[in-house]
């Protein structure tokens, strides 16, 4: 069975300072590793994911994700956030590429 | 483009009562699930169907029912509604590219 740690769950950060939002995983097969966003009140909307290849992913809105196997990380980073960053961020891990298992997230506040 | 539609947005039912939660997609996906979201709990997978006609469990199926009758549709029941079943639920689906597409979510209050 597969499960994903998101060891923070909430991190604030002033406007225009890097983030790392970090996530761990735990499967005895191999898997594909996703990152979603929820802003308030509405579904949630996929970032960036790594199912093969290069171990560097870069999603929407200027995020980017480093697959670490021997680690099992997939930590997400932003080198400059922005108000409108303010959500929360999900990590989510899966044998296939549709039955996810989530983790708890992890809200990111943006402070002016 | 619709996407992925769920009724209703709100709903209160009181303990012992049975409900629908309807799910619609428009992009004619084979995969579509459900997730039921608390906080601090993240998103719990309650079923998941791989096309029209097959369903099956996932983490937390217990005191819901699934069924595939078309591709479009996933309608999740509830019933006997219970105070724990009180969450924000969200239907999601995809095309097996690696993402799933979500519904904005139908918060449901069990009293």
């Known amino acids: 069975a597969q499960s994903v740690t998101q060891l923070d769950s909430q991190v604030p950060v002033f406007e225009e300072a890097p983030v790392e939002l970090r996530c761990n995983y735990s499967s005895s097969v191999s898997v594909y590793l996703f990152w979603y966003v929820q802003y308030p009140n509405q579904g949630l909307q996929l970032l960036l994911k790594y199912l093969s290849g290069s171990t560097l992913v870069k999603g929407i809105n200027g995020f980017e994700a480093e697959f670490n196997k021997s680690q099992t990380s997939f930590h997400l980073r932003k080198p400059s956030v922005h108000i409108s960053d303010t959500a929360e961020y999900f990590c989510a891990v899966s044998p296939n590429t549709d039955k996810l298992i989530f983790g708890t997230g992890t809200r990111l506040q943006v402070f002016p | 483009n619709a996407g992925v539609t769920q009724t209703p947005k709100f709903q209160v039912l009181k303990t012992g009562q049975s409900m629908t939660l309807q799910c619609a997609q428009d992009m004619n996906h084979e995969y579509m699930s459900w997730y039921r979201q608390d906080p601090g709990m993240g998103l719990r997978l309650i079923h998941y169907?791989?096309?029209?006609?097959?369903?099956d469990q996932g983490e937390v199926p217990n005191g819901y029912n699934v069924s595939r009758s078309t591709t479009e549709d996933f309608p999740l029941r509830l019933l006997l509604a219970a105070p724990s079943q009180t969450s924000v639920y969200f239907c999601?689906?995809?095309?097996?590219?690696?993402?799933?597409?979500f519904g904005e979510g139908s918060r449901l209050t069990v009293l």
């Open positions: 169907s791989v096309g029209a006609g097959i369903t």
């Open positions: 999601a689906s995809s095309s097996y590219t690696g993402e799933l597409f």
